[in-house]
Protein backbone atom coordinates (compact mmCIF):
# COMPACT_ATOMS: atom_id res chain seq x y z
CA UNK A 1 0.00 0.00 0.00
CA UNK A 2 1.26 2.94 -1.04
CA UNK A 3 2.02 5.32 1.94
CA UNK A 4 0.90 9.29 2.23
CA UNK A 5 3.36 12.19 1.25
CA UNK A 6 4.36 14.22 4.53
CA UNK A 7 6.19 17.52 4.58
CA UNK A 8 6.95 19.06 7.66
CA UNK A 9 7.47 22.40 8.52
CA UNK A 10 8.87 24.23 11.71
CA UNK A 11 11.84 25.82 12.89
CA UNK A 12 13.25 23.96 15.59
CA UNK A 13 15.69 21.11 14.59
CA UNK A 14 14.51 19.22 17.69
CA UNK A 15 11.17 19.15 17.36
CA UNK A 16 11.84 18.00 13.45
CA UNK A 17 13.85 15.27 14.62
CA UNK A 18 11.32 13.79 16.84
CA UNK A 19 8.35 14.12 14.04
CA UNK A 20 10.84 12.12 11.99
CA UNK A 21 10.86 9.52 14.47
CA UNK A 22 7.38 9.63 15.00
CA UNK A 23 6.15 9.63 11.66
CA UNK A 24 8.75 7.52 9.27
CA UNK A 25 6.79 3.98 10.70
CA UNK A 26 3.90 5.18 8.79
CA UNK A 27 4.53 7.78 6.21
CA UNK A 28 6.69 8.57 3.62
CA UNK A 29 8.46 12.06 4.74
CA UNK A 30 9.41 13.95 1.66
CA UNK A 31 11.07 17.03 3.24
CA UNK A 32 11.27 19.28 6.05
CA UNK A 33 11.84 23.07 6.30
CA UNK A 34 12.20 25.89 8.58
CA UNK A 35 10.10 29.21 7.75
CA UNK A 36 6.58 29.35 5.69
CA UNK A 37 8.33 31.07 2.96
CA UNK A 38 10.11 28.04 2.35
CA UNK A 39 7.37 26.10 2.86
CA UNK A 40 5.15 27.75 0.19
CA UNK A 41 8.19 26.80 -2.53
CA UNK A 42 8.66 22.94 -0.70
CA UNK A 43 4.93 22.57 -1.28
CA UNK A 44 4.65 23.46 -5.08
CA UNK A 45 7.89 21.59 -5.44
CA UNK A 46 7.34 18.36 -3.37
CA UNK A 47 3.65 18.15 -4.00
CA UNK A 48 3.22 16.16 -0.91
CA UNK A 49 -0.24 14.29 0.60
CA UNK A 50 -0.29 16.34 3.79
CA UNK A 51 1.73 18.94 5.63
CA UNK A 52 2.63 19.45 9.62
CA UNK A 53 3.61 22.84 10.11
CA UNK A 54 3.93 25.03 13.32
CA UNK A 55 2.88 28.41 13.24
CA UNK A 56 5.08 30.46 14.83
CA UNK A 57 7.93 30.49 12.27
CA UNK A 58 10.14 32.84 11.08
CA UNK A 59 10.24 35.16 8.22
CA UNK A 60 6.16 34.25 7.30
CA UNK A 61 4.15 32.25 9.93
CA UNK A 62 2.55 28.92 9.32
CA UNK A 63 -1.07 30.42 8.72
CA UNK A 64 -0.36 32.48 6.62
CA UNK A 65 1.58 29.79 4.20
CA UNK A 66 -1.11 27.71 4.57
CA UNK A 67 -3.62 29.50 2.91
CA UNK A 68 -1.41 30.86 0.24
CA UNK A 69 -0.68 27.44 -0.78
CA UNK A 70 -4.31 26.26 -0.53
CA UNK A 71 -5.20 29.09 -2.87
CA UNK A 72 -3.30 26.65 -5.49
CA UNK A 73 -3.42 23.51 -3.97
CA UNK A 74 -7.04 22.50 -2.47
CA UNK A 75 -6.00 19.20 -2.04
CA UNK A 76 -3.28 18.93 -0.32
CA UNK A 77 -4.18 18.60 3.75
CA UNK A 78 -2.76 20.35 6.82
CA UNK A 79 -2.24 19.55 10.23
CA UNK A 80 -0.52 22.48 12.09
CA UNK A 81 1.03 21.23 15.41
CA UNK A 82 2.21 24.24 17.60
CA UNK A 83 2.44 25.32 21.04
CA UNK A 84 -0.41 27.64 21.08
CA UNK A 85 -3.70 26.09 23.44
CA UNK A 86 -5.47 28.91 21.86
CA UNK A 87 -9.17 29.36 20.31
CA UNK A 88 -8.07 32.41 18.24
CA UNK A 89 -5.33 30.48 16.78
CA UNK A 90 -7.69 27.36 16.24
CA UNK A 91 -9.56 29.20 14.34
CA UNK A 92 -7.45 31.32 12.41
CA UNK A 93 -5.98 27.77 11.65
CA UNK A 94 -9.38 26.47 10.44
CA UNK A 95 -10.15 29.75 8.09
CA UNK A 96 -6.48 29.24 6.17
CA UNK A 97 -7.83 25.20 5.18
CA UNK A 98 -6.42 22.90 7.92
CA UNK A 99 -7.49 19.76 8.87
CA UNK A 100 -6.33 19.08 12.31
CA UNK A 101 -4.80 21.12 15.21
CA UNK A 102 -2.62 19.64 17.16
CA UNK A 103 -0.43 20.81 20.47
CA UNK A 104 3.21 19.64 20.65
CA UNK A 105 2.67 17.97 23.98
CA UNK A 106 -0.01 16.02 22.50
CA UNK A 107 1.82 14.73 19.12
CA UNK A 108 2.88 11.42 20.55
CA UNK A 109 -0.77 9.90 21.09
CA UNK A 110 -2.54 12.60 18.49
CA UNK A 111 -0.22 13.67 15.86
CA UNK A 112 -0.60 10.24 13.21
CA UNK A 113 -4.25 10.01 14.81
CA UNK A 114 -4.82 13.60 13.55
CA UNK A 115 -3.03 13.10 10.25
CA UNK A 116 -4.89 9.87 9.31
CA UNK A 117 -8.22 11.62 9.78
CA UNK A 118 -7.24 14.42 7.33
CA UNK A 119 -6.66 12.05 5.01
CA UNK A 120 -9.82 10.40 4.99
CA UNK A 121 -11.42 13.91 4.67
CA UNK A 122 -12.22 14.52 8.55
CA UNK A 123 -10.98 17.36 10.60
CA UNK A 124 -9.50 16.33 14.14
CA UNK A 125 -9.52 18.72 16.92
CA UNK A 126 -7.20 18.54 20.17
CA UNK A 127 -9.70 17.41 22.78
CA UNK A 128 -8.11 20.25 25.05
CA UNK A 129 -9.82 23.15 23.16
CA UNK A 130 -12.46 21.20 21.00
CA UNK A 131 -15.37 21.94 23.06
CA UNK A 132 -14.10 25.86 23.30
CA UNK A 133 -13.69 25.64 19.69
CA UNK A 134 -17.16 24.14 19.27
CA UNK A 135 -18.37 26.89 21.40
CA UNK A 136 -17.14 29.96 19.83
CA UNK A 137 -18.25 28.71 16.31
CA UNK A 138 -21.76 28.33 17.71
CA UNK A 139 -21.75 31.73 19.11
CA UNK A 140 -20.22 33.22 15.47
CA UNK A 141 -17.20 34.61 17.06
CA UNK A 142 -14.48 32.40 15.90
CA UNK A 143 -13.77 33.64 12.35
CA UNK A 144 -13.88 37.03 13.09
CA UNK A 145 -10.28 37.12 13.48
CA UNK A 146 -8.87 40.71 14.29
CA UNK A 147 -6.52 40.76 12.01
CA UNK A 148 -9.44 39.72 8.49
CA UNK A 149 -9.17 43.27 7.17
CA UNK A 150 -5.47 42.66 6.21
CA UNK A 151 -4.34 41.23 3.14
CA UNK A 152 -2.27 38.43 2.38
CA UNK A 153 0.83 40.78 1.43
CA UNK A 154 0.23 43.13 4.68
CA UNK A 155 0.12 40.28 6.74
CA UNK A 156 3.44 39.10 5.44
CA UNK A 157 5.12 42.79 5.44
CA UNK A 158 3.87 43.16 9.31
CA UNK A 159 5.40 40.28 10.19
CA UNK A 160 8.97 40.75 8.84
CA UNK A 161 8.41 44.43 10.25
CA UNK A 162 8.18 42.84 13.60
CA UNK A 163 11.05 40.30 13.48
CA UNK A 164 13.06 43.52 13.46
CA UNK A 165 13.78 43.20 9.29
CA UNK A 166 14.54 47.23 7.71
CA UNK A 167 12.84 48.20 4.65
CA UNK A 168 15.87 47.64 2.35
CA UNK A 169 15.65 43.65 3.66
CA UNK A 170 11.98 43.61 3.21
CA UNK A 171 11.85 44.61 -0.08
CA UNK A 172 14.51 42.45 -0.91
CA UNK A 173 12.62 39.26 0.57
CA UNK A 174 9.26 39.91 -1.27
CA UNK A 175 10.80 41.23 -4.44
CA UNK A 176 9.10 45.28 -4.09
CA UNK A 177 10.90 48.72 -3.62
CA UNK A 178 11.35 49.60 -0.24
CA UNK A 179 9.44 52.56 -0.76
CA UNK A 180 6.34 50.17 -1.60
CA UNK A 181 7.04 48.50 1.80
CA UNK A 182 7.31 52.00 3.76
CA UNK A 183 3.85 52.99 2.06
CA UNK A 184 2.34 49.28 2.98
CA UNK A 185 3.51 49.99 6.52
CA UNK A 186 1.94 53.45 6.48
CA UNK A 187 -1.61 52.24 5.06
CA UNK A 188 -1.82 49.53 8.08
CA UNK A 189 -0.65 51.59 10.60
CA UNK A 190 -3.75 54.12 9.49
CA UNK A 191 -6.30 51.66 8.77
CA UNK A 192 -5.48 50.07 12.28
CA UNK A 193 -5.20 53.01 13.88
CA UNK A 194 -1.84 52.61 14.98
CA UNK A 195 0.43 55.25 15.92
CA UNK A 196 3.91 53.73 16.26
CA UNK A 197 5.92 51.04 15.26
CA UNK A 198 5.83 49.12 18.27
CA UNK A 199 2.37 48.98 18.55
CA UNK A 200 2.30 47.54 15.39
CA UNK A 201 4.66 45.06 16.63
CA UNK A 202 2.37 44.61 19.55
CA UNK A 203 -0.64 43.94 17.33
CA UNK A 204 1.54 41.33 15.60
CA UNK A 205 2.58 39.58 18.39
CA UNK A 206 -1.30 39.61 19.69
CA UNK A 207 -3.02 38.64 16.92
CA UNK A 208 -0.51 35.48 16.08
CA UNK A 209 0.96 36.69 12.80
CA UNK A 210 4.49 36.77 14.75
CA UNK A 211 5.39 34.55 17.07
CA UNK A 212 6.48 35.35 20.89
Same mark, same amino acid.
Given at each position: ??????????????????????????? #? +?? =? &???? %?? !???? $???? *?????????????????????????????????????????????????????????????????????????????????????? #? +?? =? &???? %?? !???? $???? *???????????????????????????????????????????????????????????????
Amino acid at each position: MKRARVLLADDHGIVVEGLKSLLEPEF #E +LV =G &AVQD %GR !ALME $AAEQ *LRPDVIVADISMPILNGIEAVRQIRKKDKQVKVVFLTMHPDVTYAASAFEAGASGYVLKHSAPSELVIAIHEALKGHVYVTPVIAG #E +LM =G &AYRK %GF !AQKT $ANVE *LTSRQREELQLLAEGKSAKEIALILNISARTVEFHKYRVMEDLGIKTVAELVRYAVKHGIVGT
